[in-house]
C-alpha cells in the first residue's frame, strides 16, 4: 500500500454513508455506455447519488509482448500525442454525462495518482464535484486482470451498484465458464453489492421484480424500489411456482412483496404468478421490460457450483439487462 | 454507524445501516475462495503434476525421465494459463531440478546460461534503444513517399517496411514503433472510430502481421529462433565429429532458409487483410497529407539518429560475418554496450524497458529443454507421438512435416511462441531422428510455425502490442487469422519440400 492509496481510501470513504454511489464499468463498447446512461438516469435531479466512470486496464505480462515492456510501445504512442484507448473512452463517457445535463462545466476539478508497481501509469483518477455535494469520477485503473480491478475498486469506494455490459455473445458456459468465466459473472458473484449487468439496456421499459417470499427477496424488492423510484421507472412483480401445489405460495409471496410496497408509497404496476420453470417463465416475462431484478441465490460454495443458481442462470441466458440487488 | 443527520432522510439511509456489516462478512468469507478461484490452475497444475509422479513408470522412460516429463507438464500448464506471474515458473524449475532431480546446483546454475539466452537478453536490450531512438516519425516519412496515398499501397507499404525491419530488429520493437504511425493515419482519417473501424483493422494488421511473418526470418527476428539455434547445437554437435558441423546453424545459413519464405508471404498478408476487412476509404490523402506535415515539422536527422543507424548495422554485420567466432548473443551486447557508450540509451531505460523475467524464463526451459534429451524423456516422447501419427501415414516426408506445423501452430496460439519452440523444440528433435528426418528442417518447421499465432491476441507479441491500441476485437483476430494460418501453412510446406532440401544435404 503505497501513501497516496491511503489517502485515496479515506478520500473516497469520509463522505457519509447516505450517498448512493454507482460503479460503471467502462470498456469502450456501446453496451458500457447504454449502461452508463441509465445511471445517469438513475442519479438525474438527486444530489445524494455519485457516479464513478472505471476503465481497468489489465497489467503487462512480459512474455506476451515478447519480453519488450508495453510501457515502451505506450510511450511512444504519447509521444505522437495520441491518447491511450482507456482516456479515451473515459472521456467519452463524460461528454456523454455533459451532454445528459449530468455534469456541470462549473463543477470543481481535481486530478489524483497513485503509483503501481510495474507500470509507469498507475491509477489515475479525475473528481468532478458540484456544489451540492454530488459526485462523478472518472477512474483509469490498472490490475492483474479486469474481474480484480473492478472488484479492488468496490473495496476502495463501497458502492451500491455496479454496473457492467454483458459479454457480446455469453460463450463460457457449464465448465469451460467454471475454468475461465466471463468478467460480468465473475463480478456478479463476488460483488458485495447490487450488479447490473447491462444488455441491450433501455430506459423506461420499467423493472420486473422477481419474488419467491424469503426475506432476503423482500429485502431485494425494497432497494430496487428505492432504485426505480429514483428513475421513475414503473415496477411489476413475478413469482414462480415450480409446480402446481405451491402455486397459492407464489401467490402469497407476490401479495407479501406488493404490501411491502405500497407500504413504501411506491405503486405497482403489474403481477405476475407463474407455474414452471423458473429460469425459463422469468427470462420468457422478462423480455418485455427494461430490466429482470432479483436477490442473489442463497445457496453458496459447492452447492452453487453443482446445481447452479437461477439468479445466474437467468444472468447468462436472459434476452435483456438484469440486477442482482443485494 | 451514530452520525449526525446532515440530510434530508432517504428510505435508502435506513436499508443502509443495516445492511454495512453484511460485505464486511461477505469479504472475509468469500476472500480465500477469490485467492484459490484465482490461483486455481496452479493447484490443477501441480496436482497433474504428482499425479504422473505417482503413477508407474511407463516402459521405456526412466524414472529421471519420467520426473522430467512431469515438470514439463505442469511448467506447459502454467505457460498456458498463468495463475502465477511467469517468472515464477522459472524459478520453479530450477528448484524442481534441483531438489526433486537430485542435480548439483551448480550445475543447474550453469546450465541456465548459454549463447541463446545471452542472445535474447541482448536483443531485447536493443530493441528498447532502437525503439527510443524516436526514428519512428523518419520511417513513416519515408514510407508515406514510397506508396502514395492509395489506401491498398499504404497497407502493402506498412506490412512490408514492418517485415523489413522487423526481421533484423525484432518483431515486438517494430510493433511498437510502428503502431503510433497506422494509429496517427487512422486518427488523422476520421475521429469516430466507428467510420474507420476496417481501415483501423486492414491498417493496424499490416503491422502486426507484417511483424509477426517477418520474425522468422532471421535469428534476430524472435527469441523462439535463438532458442531452436541453441537446441541444434545442444542435441547433435560434437566438437569431434565433422558430420555434426552442418547442425551450427549461423545468421546467414538461417536466413538462406527462413528468407525467402518471409518475403512470399508479405503479398498474401496484404491480399487477405484487404479482402477480409473491406477499408471504408480507398484513399488517404487528407491523413497523408497531415502526416507528412507533422513528421517535418520534427525537423532534420540528427547526428545522434545516424550514429544510432550507424550502431544498429554495425551490429547487423556482426551478427552476418562474426557470430560463427564469437556467438551470436556477444555480438548483441556488444551492440546494447555501444549504445549505452554513445550515450544513446539511459539504463533506466533498458531497464524498465526489458522484461528481465523473460531472460529467465528462457533459460530456465531451454534447461529443462536440454534435460528432455539427457533423460530420454523427449525421445520417449517422439516415440509415442510417431507411433499415433503411423496409422494416418503422416510418419515420413510432408506428412510428419504437416503434423508438426499443426501441433506447433496449436500450442503456439495458446503461448508465447518462444515458449512454445521451447517446449516442443525437444521433442520434435528426437522426432526427426527417430523417423530418420533431417532435423535441420523439421527444426525449421517447429520454429516457422511457431509464428502461426494469428487467431489469438496473446499469440505473438506484435499481436498484443496492436491490439492495445483498442481499435481491435479479439474476435478480428479470429476472422482473420485463420485465413492467415492456412496460407502461411501452405507456403511453409512447398517451401520445405521444394527450396530446403536443396540447401541441405
Given at each position: 500500500m503505497t501513501e497516496s492509496e491511503d489517502a485515496e481510501v479515506r478520500d473516497t470513504e469520509?463522505?457519509?454513508?447516505n450517498r448512493f454511489r454507482i460503479l460503471v464499468c467502462i470498456d469502450g463498447s456501446d453496451e458500457s455506455y447504454r449502461g452508463l446512461r441509465y445511471a445517469a438516469k438513475i442519479a438525474h435531479?438527486?444530489?445524494d447519488v455519485d457516479i464513478v466512470l472505471c476503465y481497468v486496464r489489465p497489467t503487462d505480462h512480459g512474455l506476451r509482448s515478447g519480453g519488450l515492456q508495453m510501457d515502451v510501445a505506450r510511450g511512444n504512442i504519447l509521444q505522437w500525442g495520441l491518447e491511450l484507448p482507456g482516456i479515451k473512452y473515459l472521456k467519452k463517457g463524460r461528454d456523454l454525462l455533459r451532454e445528459l445535463g449530468d455534469?456541470?462545466?462549473?463543477w470543481d476539478q481535481a486530478a489524483f495518482h497513485s503509483d503501481v508497481q510495474g507500470?509507469?501509469?498507475?491509477d489515475n483518477k479525475i473528481v468532478y464535484t458540484a456544489e451540492s455535494g454530488k459526485q462523478v469520477v472518472l477512474k483509469l485503473k490498472v490490475a492483474d486482470d479486469v474481474a480484480t480491478g473492478i472488484l479492488d475498486q468496490w473495496e476502495l469506494g463501497h458502492y451500491d451498484l455496479i454496473i457492467i455490459g454483458a459479454p457480446?455473445?455469453?460463450?463460457?458456459?457449464?465448465l469451460g465458464g467454471f475454468f475461465d468465466p466471463e468478467v460480468a459473472e465473475t463480478i456478479a458473484v463476488h460483488a458485495p453489492c447490487s450488479v447490473l449487468v447491462a444488455r441491450d439496456l433501455e430506459i423506461g421499459s420499467g423493472h420486473l421484480m422477481c419474488t419467491d417470499g424469503t426475506e432476503a427477496s423482500i429485502e431485494a424488492v425494497k432497494k430496487d424500489a428505492w432504485i426505480a423510484s429514483h428513475c421513475q421507472c414503473p415496477i411489476s412483480l413475478i413469482s414462480v411456482a415450480q409446480d402446481v401445489e405451491s402455486e397459492d405460495d407464489a401467490k402469497q409471496a407476490v401479495a407479501d412483496a406488493r404490501k411491502v410496497l405500497l407500504d413504501m408509497g411506491v405503486s405497482v404496476e403489474e403481477t405476475f404468478v407463474k407455474v414452471g420453470s423458473p429460469v425459463e417463465e422469468i427470462i420468457e416475462e422478462g423480455a418485455n421490460f427494461s430490466m429482470i431484478t432479483m436477490a442473489e441465490s442463497n445457496k453458496s460454495g459447492i452447492k452453487r457450483f453443482l446445481v447452479g443458481s437461477v439468479a445466474m442462470k437467468v444472468i447468462q441466458n436472459a434476452h435483456n439487462s438484469v440486477m442482482i440487488v443485494r | 454507524m451514530a452520525e449526525a443527520p446532515r440530510r434530508p432522510k432517504s428510505p435508502y439511509r435506513a436499508l443502509k445501516a443495516r445492511r454495512l456489516a453484511r460485505p464486511m462478512r461477505v469479504l472475509r468469507r468469500t476472500g480465500s475462495y477469490l485467492y484459490f478461484l484465482e490461483k486455481r490452475w496452479f493447484f490443477i497444475a501441480l496436482a497433474v503434476g504428482a499425479g504422473m509422479l505417482s503413477m508407474p513408470v511407463p516402459e521405456g522412460l526412466t524414472q529421471a525421465g519420467m520426473i522430467i516429463l512431469a515438470m514439463s507438464v505442469v511448467a506447459t500448464i502454467l505457460f498456458v494459463?498463468?495463475?502465477?506471474?511467469?517468472?515464477t515458473v522459472a524459478l520453479l524449475i530450477i528448484i524442481g531440478q534441483v531438489?526433486?532431480?537430485?542435480?548439483?546446483s551448480k550445475t543447474v546454475a550453469q546450465s541456465l546460461m548459454s549463447d541463446s539466452v545471452l542472445f535474447i537478453m541482448g536483443s531485447l536490450m536493443l530493441a528498447v534503444a532502437v525503439v527510443k531512438q524516436k526514428l519512428d516519425a523518419r520511417i513513416a516519412w519515408l514510407l508515406v513517399r514510397m506508396t502514395g496515398t492509395k489506401t491498398v499501397w499504404i497497407a502493402f507499404g506498412i506490412s512490408l517496411a514492418s517485415g523489413l525491419l522487423a526481421s533484423f530488429v525484432g518483431e515486438h520493437t517494430v510493433a511498437a514503433m510502428m503502431l503510433p504511425v497506422g494509429l496517427t493515419l487512422i486518427h488523422l482519417t476520421s475521429d469516430d472510430p466507428k467510420k474507420v473501424r476496417n481501415l483501423a483493422a486492414v491498417l493496424l494488421f499490416s503491422i502486426s502481421y507484417g511483424c509477426s511473418v517477418a520474425?522468422?526470418?532471421?535469428?534476430?527476428?524472435?527469441?523462439r529462433n535463438a532458442i531452436m539455434i541453441g537446441y541444434w547445437k545442444e542435441f547433435f554437435y560434437d566438437?569431434?565429429?565433422?558430420?555434426?558441423?552442418?547442425?551450427?546453424?549461423d545468421y546467414v545459413k538461417w536466413m538462406a532458409y527462413a528468407y525467402p519464405m518471409f518475403l512470399l508471404q508479405i503479398p498474401f498478408v496484404t491480399l487477405i487483410l484487404l479482402t477480409t476487412f473491406r477499408p471504408e476509404?480507398?484513399?488517404?490523402s487528407r491523413a497523408v497529407v497531415k502526416l507528412r506535415a507533422q513528421v517535418e515539422a520534427q525537423g532534420a536527422m540528427k547526428p545522434g539518429d545516424w550514429v544510432a543507424i550507424l550502431i544498429f548495422f554495425l551490429v547487423l554485420l556482426g551478427w552476418i560475418f562474426w557470430s560463427a567466432n564469437y556467438g551470436m548473443g556477444t555480438i548483441a551486447i556488444l551492440g546494447a554496450a555501444a549504445f549505452l557508450v554513445a550515450g544513446l540509451v539511459k539504463w533506466s531505460d533498458v531497464n524498465s524497458g526489458v522484461n528481465w523475467g523473460v531472460v529467465l524464463l528462457y533459460a530456465a526451459a531451454i534447461s529443462l529443454g536440454v534435460q528432455m534429451k539427457d533423460t530420454g524423456a523427449a525421445a520417449w516422447v517422439a516415440q509415442n507421438f510417431l507411433d499415433v501419427l503411423v496409422p494416418f501415414g503422416m510418419d515420413t516426408g510432408v506428412g510428419l512435416w504437416a503434423a508438426v506445423s499443426l501441433l506447433t501452430t496449436g500450442v503456439t496460439n495458446t503461448m508465447s511462441n518462444g515458449a512454445a519452440v521451447a517446449v516442443l523444440g525437444p521433442i520434435v528433435l528426437k522426432l526427426a531422428v527417430v523417423a530418420e528426418e533431417s532435423p535441420i528442417i523439421l527444426g525449421f518447421v517447429t520454429s516457422v510455425s511457431s509464428?502461426?499465432?494469428?487467431?489469438?491476441?496473446?499469440?505473438t507479441p506484435a499481436c498484443t502490442i496492436v491490439y492495445?491500441?483498442?481499435?481491435?476485437?479479439?474476435?478480428d483476430f479470429l476472422k482473420v487469422g485463420w485465413k492467415m494460418v492456412i496460407m502461411s501453412t501452405i507456403i511453409m510446406l512447398v517451401v520445405a519440400s521444394v527450396y530446403w532440401p536443396l540447401l541441405s544435404p
Open positions: 469520509t463522505p457519509d454513508h435531479g438527486h444530489d455534469l456541470g462545466k462549473d507500470t509507469n501509469l498507475g457480446a455473445r455469453w460463450t463460457k458456459k457449464g | 494459463t498463468e495463475p502465477v506471474p511467469l517468472p531438489m526433486l532431480m537430485g542435480i548439483d520474425g522468422i526470418g532471421t535469428p534476430s527476428g524472435g527469441a566438437p569431434t565429429s565433422p558430420d555434426t558441423f552442418k547442425y551450427l546453424v476509404y480507398k484513399d488517404l509464428a502461426f499465432a494469428y487467431l489469438t491476441v496473446v499469440g492495445a491500441s483498442g481499435y481491435l476485437k479479439t474476435t
